[in-house]
C-alpha cells in the first residue's frame, strides 16, 4: 500500500530555516507528481509547493522565492526547503501524492512547524 512518512518539522525562530523530508513506497516514485501541503490552525488545507516527474515545480504565492521543492528518485524523497520563514508559515505540512488512474489522494502523517516571531 501506498505510505508518505514527513519528517523534519520543528519549532524554529522567524528567518530561520527547516528541510522536511517525505519518503515513500509503495509506488513507482519516479513517475508522479509530489506535493508538500500545509494546514494552519483554524485555516483550510492549501497546497504549498507541486513537483512533477520531470522535476517541473510550481508554488503557492505565499512561499514564492522562500521555499524550494526537490526530489530524489534514487531515495524516493521530496524535500521541502523552507528559509526566510514567517510566522503565518506554522502549521502541519503534508506530504501528497495522486498516483494513477488519479483518483485517490495519499497524505502522510504530517509534520508541525511552528515558527516563533
Known amino acids: 500500500q501506498v505510505q508518505l512518512v514527513e519528517s523534519g518539522g520543528g519549532l524554529v525562530q522567524a528567518g530561520g530555516s527547516l528541510r522536511l523530508s517525505c519518503a515513500a513506497s509503495?509506488?513507482?516514485?519516479?513517475?508522479?507528481?509530489m506535493s508538500w501541503y500545509r494546514q494552519a490552525p483554524g485555516k483550510q488545507r492549501e497546497l504549498a509547493a507541486v513537483?512533477?516527474?520531470?522535476?517541473?515545480?510550481n508554488y503557492a504565492d505565499s512561499v514564492k522565492g522562500r521555499f524550494t521543492i526537490s526530489r530524489d528518485n534514487a531515495r524516493n524523497t521530496v524535500y521541502l526547503q523552507m528559509n526566510s520563514l514567517k510566522p503565518e508559515d506554522t502549521a502541519v505540512y503534508y506530504c501528497?501524492?495522486?498516483?494513477?488512474?488519479?483518483?485517490?489522494?495519499?497524505w502522510g502523517q504530517g509534520t508541525q512547524v511552528t515558527v516563533s516571531s
Open positions: 501528497n501524492v495522486r498516483p494513477a488512474p488519479y483518483i485517490t489522494d495519499y
Open positions: 509503495g509506488i513507482i516514485f519516479s513517475v508522479n507528481a
Open positions: 513537483i512533477t516527474s520531470g522535476g517541473r515545480t
